[in-house]
């Protein structure tokens, strides 16, 4: 991503908007209520990389009741 975000920019948005349509698409099949709203799964998506730290801490938590249940 360093190559292209320093040599060729409009490369990497096409990059960025195909893997961003990929975690879209897996948010709409992960979550139910996301099944049938892209934007609402766009929206979710948006939140879960303006606060990369909720992110973290939901996965902290997940794995913390992993350990607990097993």
């Known amino acids: 991503?360093?190559?292209?975000?320093?040599?060729?920019?409009?490369?990497?948005?096409?990059?960025?908007?195909?893997?961003?349509?990929?975690?879209?698409?897996w948010i709409m099949r992960k979550y139910k209520r996301f099944r049938l709203h892209k934007t609402g799964a766009s929206l979710f998506l948006r939140k879960l990389a303006r606060n990369?730290?909720?992110l973290s801490q939901a996965n902290i938590e997940f794995e913390y009741r992993q350990v607990l249940h097993r």
Do not use: C, I, T, W
């Not at 991503?1 to 698409?25: E, H, I, P, T, W």
């Open 1 to 25: 991503m360093g190559y292209y975000g320093r040599f060729s920019r409009s490369a990497l948005f096409s990059l960025v908007d195909y893997v961003n349509q990929k975690l879209k698409a």
């Open 52 to 54: 990369p730290e909720h």
